[in-house]
């Protein structure tokens, strides 16, 4: 029997880092509220890091989300920082939109409840947002899965099938994250890859950039959403629709070439 590789899926170690450090934050401060919106809509658009309240009361509403963190007066730990609480597991978790394989080898999906894909942390001074961080927490979006057998022995699992379907949108996610951060804030930028896997060049072969590799190639959602059969489409996708200026992004960049 095929193997099922969200079996072979693990939490805990840290595969990867984007670090986000604000040295400006007078722009976000006197547009917080469309700051939430796009961070909610860019979440929810791709299913990745949602925050606390999407899992919590079971709904992607964008109105009531928007509203209930807009009444916040800790609007930034609310939206970036909290977690939220699995009774099934009795602990905090990120929860992420993830297809998986059931025990009858049928893809499907579902917010996971089970793994742990993410650690936030993020430097907060009152209103002010310092400095955000985002760790990968699991193996699940990496399409070749390095394992053991009974024997000991070092073996791989292919994951690409359901990587097409989950790295693809976390991606987006990261590549859309970071142009609105820099979009509210004069920043900088870091990525870590803390996982190094390389081929015989020294090329790494999980990553490129601050992106993700799907059988050495970094693909995006939209690069595959029309393809794929209906029952594997992440819907609020097509959706949410969220215009973002990526001019500061682009000179960031163009400065560290």
């Given at each position: ?152 022995e070092e073996v791989f699992i292919d994951n690409s099938e359901l990587a097409y379907l989950n790295t693809t949108r976390l991606n987006s996610y990261i590549r859309d994250l970071t142009i ?78």
């Amino acid at each position: 029997m095929e193997n099922i590789s969200n079996e072979y899926w693990i939490d805990g170690e840290l595969f990867a880092a984007w670090g986000y450090y604000f040295k400006d934050n007078n722009y976000l401060k006197e547009n917080i509220q469309l700051f939430v919106d796009k961070y909610l809509s860019i979440a929810i658009k791709y299913g990745i890091n949602l925050p606390s309240l999407v899992a919590e009361n079971n709904t992607f509403d964008m109105s009531f989300l928007k509203r209930k963190y807009n009444k916040s007066n800790e609007v930034f730990i609310d939206l970036l920082l909290k977690k939220s609480y699995s009774d099934k597991f009795d602990k905090y978790i990120t929860t992420s939109f993830i297809f998986f394989k059931n025990d009858k080898n049928e893809i499907i999906g579902s917010i996971n409840e089970e793994l742990e894909f993410f650690a936030k942390i993020a430097d907060i001074n009152g209103i002010f947002l310092e400095s955000y961080y985002i760790g990968l927490r699991t193996n699940a979006f990496f399409s070749l899965l390095e394992t053991r057998n009974s024997n000991g022995e070092e073996v791989f699992i292919d994951n690409s099938e359901l990587a097409y379907l989950n790295t693809t949108r976390l991606n987006s996610y990261i590549r859309d994250l970071t142009i609105l951060i820099f979009e509210f804030c004069d920043n900088e930028f870091a990525f870590s890859d803390e996982y190094p896997i390389n081929d015989e060049n020294g090329k790494s072969e999980l990553y490129d950039g601050i992106y993700l590799l799907i059988k050495g190639q970094v693909l995006f959602y939209e690069d595959i959403y029309e393809f794929l059969p209906e029952e594997h489409k992440y819907k609020p996708f097509e959706e949410i629709q969220v215009e973002l200026d990526n001019t500061n992004y682009k000179k960031y960049l163009e400065s560290n070439r």
